[in-house]
């Protein structure tokens, strides 16, 4: 065997596009979608707290990788409008794992909330 062709393939992997792919192209390729985020999120937040998620009301990325705040039925009630929810603030790494959360606040499902400022 001849080494020509190791070298047609290691110079046809470097000209081609996705031989090229710069540090930074690469670091964001690696990135999960935010729907991959969401997802991911709501499933680690289950398994940790034995609730599921019911919704996600905030999401943002972060320099750290991810913020959201998630609704979270606590217990059930009835009527359904008595049930008591929970907001929890979760943060992820930039591969969408979870590194932390905290329960932020409760309410009844049917209370609006009075006006804060930031939308929280």
């Known amino acids: ?23 930074t192209e690469k670091k964001v390729a690696d990135r999960p979608s935010p729907m991959e985020v969401l997802r991911n999120a709501r499933t680690q937040l ?11 009301s905030s999401f943002e990325p972060t320099k750290d990788g991810w913020s ?13 409008t008595m049930s008591l929810m929970a907001s929890y603030q979760v943060d992820l790494d930039p591969q969408g794992r979870l590194t932390g959360y905290r329960r932020v606040r409760r309410y009844e499902r049917g209370r609006a909330d009075s006006h804060r400022p930031g939308g929280r």
Not at 5 to 22: E, F, I, L, W
Not at 68 to 80: G, I, K, S, T
């Open 1 to 23: 065997m001849s080494n020509t062709k190791s070298t047609s393939d290691s110079q046809t992997a470097r000209n081609s596009p996705r031989g090229n792919k710069t540090r």
């Open 68 to 80: 959201l705040e998630v609704e979270v039925l606590e217990l059930a009630r009835v009527p359904d």
């Open 46 to 56: 289950a398994e940790l707290t034995g609730r599921s998620a019911e919704s996600v």
